[in-house]
């Protein structure tokens, strides 16, 4: 991971790189990848790449239709993170309390550190049209699935539709925690008194909602 960053890095701040045929199209996603880190996804353009890399304005178009195809895969880059991370806690000897529970503060942190690639995930307006970017679309499920594989495994009594109903529940009040701690909506005299660790659990307890004892 060291590496990919580093990478990245060199992608980004390197315009004088020369372009090496067959290698233009993980160079292009590397540095959008590294440009919405540090600027968000509102920064990204072909004919910018184009300039960083070194390469004529029409040379990203032979991989990349348009900008939202990049973009797409900066998303993916995103899910392909949580859905990784999901795998990990799934196979650690843990109560399927405790698996959602990391699941959660996963995300958490997640959002948290890398907050300009979680905007572009989800404020890029390519969700809506996950079904033009086919592996986008597979990524996202597969994320939901693991998800659903963890709550199922804290809760092996509900019925399906009742542990979609959960699922969105927890979702739902996730993401909207996630997006009140980007944009500073928690004044300080609402937080007066309270660690971050003790919201934080808070958030957690009401996300997951009531589960069966089975530590």
């Avoid at 049209?129 to 659903?148: F, I, K, M, N, W």
Wanted: hydrophobic letters at 40%.
């Amino acid at each position: 991971m060291a590496h990919f960053r580093h990478q990245l890095l060199v992608f980004a701040m390197n315009p004088s790189r020369p372009y090496h045929h067959g290698n233009l199209r993980a160079e292009l996603i590397a540095t959008a990848i590294a440009v919405t880190q540090q600027h968000g996804h509102e920064a990204v353009s072909l004919r910018g790449l184009a300039e960083t890399l070194g390469v004529s304005r029409g040379a990203p178009y032979r991989h990349f239709p348009d900008r939202e195809s990049l973009l797409a895969e900066v998303a993916l880059h995103g899910f392909e993170t949580l859905e990784r991370h999901l795998h990990d806690i799934d196979t650690k000897p843990l109560s399927g309390r405790r698996k959602l529970e990391a699941a959660a503060r996963e995300f958490l942190h997640f959002v948290r550190t890398n907050p300009k690639i979680f905007r572009a995930m989800y404020e890029a307006n390519l969700l809506a049209e996950a079904d033009s970017h086919p592996h986008l679309a597979a990524c996202l499920h597969r994320t939901y699935d693991g998800l659903d594989g963890l709550l199922a495994q804290a809760l092996p009594d509900i019925s399906g539709q009742a542990r979609k109903l959960r699922l969105i529940a927890m979702w739902s009040t996730l993401y909207g925690f996630a997006k009140i701690g980007q944009t500073d909506i928690l004044q300080t005299y609402m937080k007066e008194g309270l660690s971050n660790a003790e919201i934080d659990m808070a958030v957690l307890q009401t996300a997951i909602g009531p589960l069966p004892d089975l530590d």
